[in-house]
T-cell receptor
Framework: QQQVKQSPQSLIVQKGGISIINCAYE??????FPWYQQFPGKGPALLIA?????SEKKEGRFTISFNKSAKQFSLHIMDSQPGDSATYFC???????????FGSGTRLQVQP | DTAVSQTPKYLVTQMGNDKSIKCEQN?????MYWYKQDSKKFLKIMFS???????INETVPNRFSPKSPDKAHLNLHINSLELGDSAVYFC????????????FGQGTRLTVV
């Protein structure tokens, strides 16, 4: 049972463009929604996170949009750069359960 | 200083062998985890320990046994290795009751031949 569904599986964007990755969740008990970035040969690293009491959070070029009623959230990368090329994972967790449920990942390639 | 360190980084072994992966965190966190990343890059929780106590065991075969000698260490021992155990295993740690940042190690790529 996949509780967090992520799309697209892969994404190619030109330098300077906007990258958009979408996730949908099923369990309404989730209350924390982070995005992780993973480079080849490395462990995932937290990029940005949001809680369901806000609809948007921005940190630099990275923005999370959150739609509680639709049970969806997305990552927007503005002015995408070749250095952003990595695999991105959305995730979710709930209070009292100290573990992340990950989406299936999106491989992003930013072409120069 | 590496926040979450795992050893070894690579592990190649034959079917049927027993192997261990070690993990240490120097962040002072109270919770440690093992995640498995399969060949399709899907990440799934295996175990979670809080203050040395097992709190999550996600239907992992009994051949996998985590051990936490203290809050800073969480080791993973795998008995009778099978081909399907080939994956990247990540150790992680976090602090607090609510959703907080989890810090991941660099991973251990296990290949069973």
């Amino acid at each position: 049972q996949q509780q967090v569904k992520q799309s697209p599986q892969s994404l190619i964007v030109q330098k300077g463009g906007i990258s958009i990755i979408n996730c949908a969740y099923e369990n309404t008990a989730f209350d924390y929604f982070p995005w992780y970035q993973q480079f080849p040969g490395k462990g995932p690293a937290l990029l940005i996170a949001i809680r369901p009491d806000v609809s948007e959070k921005k940190e630099g070029r990275f923005t999370i949009s959150f739609n509680k009623s639709a049970k969806q959230f997305s990552l927007h990368i503005m002015d995408s750069q070749p250095g952003d090329s990595a695999t991105y994972f959305c995730a979710a967790s709930m209070a009292g359960r100290r573990a992340l449920t990950f989406g299936s990942g999106t491989r992003l390639q930013v072409q120069p | 200083d590496t926040a979450v360190s795992q050893t070894p980084k690579y592990l190649v072994t034959q079917m049927g062998n027993d192997k261990s992966i070690k993990c240490e965190q120097n962040l002072g966190h109270d919770t440690m985890y093992w995640y498995k990343q399969d060949s399709k890059k899907f990440l799934k929780i295996m175990f979670s320990y809080n203050n040395k106590e097992l709190i999550i065991n996600e239907t992992v075969p009994n051949r996998f046994s985590p051990k936490s000698p203290d809050k800073a260490h969480l080791n993973l021992h795998i008995n009778s290795l099978e081909l399907g155990d080939s994956a990247v295993y990540f150790c992680a740690s976090s602090q607090g009751l609510l959703g907080v940042e989890a810090f991941f190690g660099q991973g251990t790529r296990l290949t069973v031949v």
